[in-house]
């Protein structure tokens, strides 16, 4: 696994606290999954918008800063397809679609199985500072 991620996850409590599972990581790629819980839903008995923009915003900003520069959110999106239920396995897959010098776009999948039920964008600015990894 990417030391830097791992260095993200470790201090990211929302994260975390989502119960996000890091599966797959190479520099500009993020693959993670979570199973939606019940206190995640809101009144209509669907997961809040806000769980599904999370779980792809968490693998927007592992995959932009796997390279070894701080990269820092722009811009998002995200376009809510499909609605998404307790107990749903959901998985971000983050891919690296343009990488510049200073500005990088993303593009993640949320699935629920081979599902597409969310689709978000990010675009980061890349910092001059790098990240410190202790030994």
Do not use: C
């Not at 993020?30 to 999370?54: D, K, Y």
């Not at 722009?74 to 690296?96: C, F, M, Q």
Request: aromatic share 10%; hydrophobic share 40%; net charge negative.
């Amino acid at each position: 696994m990417n030391p830097i991620i791992e260095k993200m996850y470790s201090a990211d409590a929302f994260s975390q606290w989502l119960g996000i599972e890091r599966i797959e990581e190479k520099p500009g790629y993020s693959l993670l999954q979570m199973v939606v819980r019940p206190e995640m839903v809101n009144g209509f008995g669907i997961a809040h918008g806000g769980i599904t923009f999370s779980l792809a915003d968490s693998a927007f900003a592992f995959a932009s800063n796997s390279r070894g520069k701080k990269a820092v959110s722009i811009e998002t999106s995200i376009n809510h397809l499909k609605p998404v239920y307790p107990g749903d396995i959901l998985r971000a897959e983050a891919e690296e679609t343009s990488f510049g010098k200073k500005i990088a776009v993303y593009h993640v999948k949320v699935l629920r199985g081979e599902e597409l039920v969310a689709h978000f964008k990010g675009v980061v600015y890349r910092k001059e500072e790098e990240w410190i990894l202790e030994n």
